[in-house]
């Protein structure tokens, strides 16, 4: 473990996207092929399951410092991070360990069917092994998954730098559905293996948020634009008889998702969609609270499949009848998949997402105020001639978000962040007035700078009325505007709505805390804009 | 009728009523006993100061024209009845424990301190008392520090490796104690320090009072880097990311502070390095001195106060949350005095 620790504390160390790569690409030459398969995933978010609860963890890190549970529950929200709390709540190792990185997920592997006795056991001798930073990353291991400001893409290039391979075809390999227990380096680096490419979706094109006006895009008619889609952006592929679908997190979701096994009825071998999945009621988006059904779990009853089925808008074609087409221009790949869409039965789980014809960007302007009513967030402006790119990259492709809805809304509780920003108060509920009471509605944890969070954790320390552990509930004095891009009804919130990425827009100053918003006012917004 | 308590927690700090005196005070009163030169200790406005003779010169420096008298570590001093002395604190030079005693009633106001001997100030000593006040700055478990050594061989490899990467080390602690300590762990074989004025300035005090300092080069408008390579630069951090720093190209920062122990504020600074260093005691440090008091009844301030005191409480002490004026500063690691 200790060469994989020395590379987290390299990456943790600096902000430097060159000096990252350098120590990636280092490690990546020295370390065991083993080691390097399980960095790889789990900087991809590929880890071991959990096998033990972190409520097993709390306590046995008590019990083996000698101290009460009350204590360790203290130190968590101040440390923010309950791995880091663990390695720093218990005693120092008194013992070592030479085992590396795939050693010791190997071991936890083995015991996670072993019996809780064992498996605490296990746990314990290990912490007693492990220095501060190796116990962090092996807790890690066990509780979580591993940020460390290290991008798939930046992985990508150090392992390309590494194994002088192109980042391109890395890329595509590091895609898919496989774990160090089901591969090898070899078969998912090296090897040129047809079969194993099979479900191995394109990285996903991402696109900017258009933060200027239209009009310097230019010339409106080298542009195409269509509805911005409330749901999982997603890639459908057919090959190899068979068919995938993915989510821009890269999460394989085929079993979540069985209306689109008739995808294969009647999509042509060699195909791949990227398109928006939705909930859909016949002719419309349904709202983002049924698609929530349907990811949460696994495999869906039929009840669910009945309430929320899905459907794809398909978007764009980036490969056809086998052939890698991103490098060819939108306008022809839309063409293309046009051409397949014509031939669909009508009650096929998947459509063309129309374009939006506009002859000035005021025109399009105007489309995308009436967005809501189409039950989309905005529009998306794609340059005709761009091709399909990798990640986020500015110049060809744009969104154009509907301004948000805002409401003044009165903070309430506050509790402290996680990982950066354990040590300030960033995660707030927010009430509106309904008569003389305060009812809260939403909470909000971001859109606000560090030094604003900074003065507001000083307020809060000092206008706290009362704890519920690491929840303090505050002096309502302080408003803030509450941007949000939806709004439904919900029965399971006190105020009966919920809102859909709320944040706070801004610190309302200069408003006195009687001239928040209402409940009125909000069931006012649910009736406009509520789906 | 019971006698009032010898000290008293106030509005202005802690009262000795008897002795017509107040101990590191926050607004200004008559007659001020000064554990150490801190800024949120040691303040502006007070008529008469007590410190020791080995903390005089910085408050003097910081405060100007101020009436001081001074006394020497042990030296007791009777006033208005009540017998008062100044007992080493380890937390930076001159830094003192307060014991006020009459009769059998002894308090120790400990101030800010630290167990561990940092090599500059005098070590801390532990002095037998009824009633103690402590600090809890780093009063939980999570908080344990590594030792000065394993420390000083952490910046000077990473002094090192700046040289080999081209970039030039900037080093950000506090000017007072802090910076001086560091200044001694330094390996002057590798390069030399150069210096932020707010840090010079201290050092100069110092020197002038016969603490041993390595030779640093005062960063002024005229110096050119160039002609200093291989230098350390050590600065307060508010002088990070200003126009000062900028004259220095490619640098690699390092904060020195007992918070760069968490992982979510040695991100938050956005410092490139964090080394765990702190004028304060840790947990273990705190347990040590309390248990070394003797003392029955314990008052707890300045940090994590709630929860050691409910610990120390579970454990059969006597505590009791004493509140300060300026709570919540502490959370913060601009940087802790
Ligand atoms: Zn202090
Ligand atoms: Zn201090």
Redesign the pocket.
């Known amino acids: 473990m200790k060469q994989f620790s020395a590379l987290f504390q390299q990456l943790d160390q600096t902000t430097r996207t060159t000096v990252k790569i350098t120590a990636l690409a280092d490690y990546f030459t020295r370390a065991s092929e083993a080691d390097r398969l399980w960095t790889i995933a789990l900087f991809s978010g590929r880890r071991p399951r959990r096998v033990i609860t972190t409520a097993r963890l709390r306590e046995w890190a008590a019990e083996r410092a000698g101290q009460p549970l009350w204590l360790f529950e203290e130190c968590y929200p101040i440390v923010g991070d309950l791995a880091e709390t663990i390695a720093l709540f218990l005693p120092p190792a008194a013992q070592h360990s030479d085992s590396d990185l795939a050693g010791w997920i190997t071991a936890l592997i083995g015991i996670s069917q072993a019996p809780e006795p064992d498996r605490k056991a296990f746990v314990l001798d290990a912490w007693d092994r492990l220095d501060t930073s190796e116990r962090f990353l092996f807790n890690k291991l066990i509780t979580g998954g591993f940020r460390v400001g290290v991008s798939q893409k930046l992985m990508t290039r150090a392992l390309a730098r590494a194994t002088g391979r192109d980042e391109a075809d890395l890329a595509h390999r590091l895609m898919g559905d496989w774990t160090p227990e089901t591969t090898t380096w070899h078969s998912l680096i090296e090897a040129n293996d047809p079969s194993a490419a099979a479900s191995r979706p394109y990285p996903f094109y991402l696109a900017h948020g258009l933060d200027g006006e239209a009009d310097d895009l230019g010339e409106p008619s080298a542009w195409h634009a269509e509805w911005k889609w409330d749901g999982i952006r997603g890639q459908l592929i057919t090959r190899a008889g068979d068919h995938f679908v993915w989510s821009r997190g890269e999460e394989l979701m085929t079993d979540r998702f069985p209306e689109f096994a008739r995808a294969r009825d009647f999509l042509p071998d060699g195909t791949v969609i990227d398109g928006e999945i939705l909930a859909w009621d016949g002719t419309a988006p349904m709202p983002f609270s049924a698609l929530q059904k349907r990811i949460g779990r696994k495999s869906v009853p039929k009840s669910v499949l009945r309430e929320a089925p899905v459907t794809m808008l398909a978007y764009d074609l980036l490969e056809q009848d086998g052939q890698d087409i991103r490098a060819r221009p939108f306008h022809e790949r839309r063409a293309a998949l046009a051409g397949l869409m014509g031939s669909l039965p009508p009650d096929a789980p998947l459509r063309l997402s129309p374009s939006l014809a506009f002859a000035d960007w005021s025109a399009l302007a105007q489309l995308r105020d009436r967005a809501r009513d189409h039950r989309a967030e905005g529009v998306m402006i794609k340059r005709k001639d761009a091709p399909y790119l990798v990640g986020r990259k500015r110049g060809d492709w744009w969104k154009w978000k509907l301004d948000p809805l805002t409401i003044d809304a009165v903070m309430i509780y506050a509790q402290a962040g996680h990982g950066r920003r354990a040590t300030l108060y960033t995660d707030f509920t927010f009430a509106v007035w309904s008569g003389n009471d305060l009812v809260p509605f939403t909470k909000a944890y971001s859109g606000l700078t560090d030094a604003e969070f900074r003065k507001i954790t000083a307020w809060v320390k000092k206008n706290t009325l009362q704890r519920f552990g690491p929840v303090r509930q505050v002096r309502p004095e302080l408003v803030f505007e509450i941007a949000f891009e939806g709004i439904q009804p919900s029965s399971r919130h006190k105020s009966g709505i919920a809102l859909r990425f709320p944040r706070m827009a801004r610190w309302r100053h200069d408003k006195p805390v009687q001239e928040a918003n209402t409940l009125d006012d909000l069931n006012e917004i649910l009736r406009l804009y509520g789906q | 009728m019971a006698r009032e308590p010898l000290l008293t927690f106030t509005p202005e700090g802690i009262f000795c009523a008897q002795g017509g005196f107040h101990i590191d005070p926050w607004r200004p009163v008559a007659r001020a006993l000064i554990t150490h030169g801190?800024a949120?200790?040691a303040r502006p406005g007070h008529g008469a100061y007590l410190c020791t003779d080995l903390a005089a010169p910085v408050i003097r420096h910081r405060l100007g024209t101020i009436t001081l008298e001074t006394l020497r570590y042990g030296e007791p001093r009777q006033i208005g009845g009540v017998e008062v002395s100044f007992h080493p604190a380890g937390h930076v030079p001159g830094s003192a424990q307060i014991r006020v005693a009459r009769g059998g009633e002894v308090w120790v106001v400990s101030g800010?301190y630290k167990v561990a001997d940092d090599g500059l100030s005098t070590p801390f000593e532990p002095v037998s008392c009824t009633h103690f006040v402590t600090e809890s700055t780093f009063g939980l478990p999570v908080f344990r520090w590594p030792s000065q050594d394993s420390v000083a061989a952490e910046i000077n490899d990473w002094w090192r490796a700046c040289i080999v990467a081209g970039q030039t080390p900037m080093l950000g602690a506090y000017a007072l104690g802090k910076a001086q300590r560091l200044l001694r762990m330094l390996d002057t074989d590798i390069g030399p320090i150069l210096t932020h004025g707010a840090v010079e300035n201290t050092n100069a005090v110092m020197r002038a009072q016969g603490i041993d300092l390595p030779e640093t080069v005062p960063v002024t408008p005229g110096l050119k880097p160039a002609d200093h390579p291989g230098a350390l630069v050590l600065a307060t951090p508010a002088a990070f990311g200003s126009p000062w720093a900028r004259r220095f190209g490619r640098v690699s920062t390092g904060f020195a502070s007992g918070w760069m122990m968490l992982r979510g504020v040695r991100r938050r600074r956005a410092a490139d390095r964090g080394f765990v260093i702190s004028d304060h005691a840790d947990w273990s440090g705190l347990l040590t001195a309390i248990r070394g008091s003797g003392a029955e009844h314990i008052y707890v301030t300045?940090g994590y106060t709630e929860i050691f005191t409910r610990y120390l409480n579970e454990c059969g002490w006597n505590a009791r949350v004493v509140p300060t004026e300026f709570e919540g500063e502490t959370l913060d690691p601009g940087e802790?005095?």
Do not use: F, R
Request: net charge negative.
């Open positions: 801190h949120d200790h800010d300045h802790t005095a």
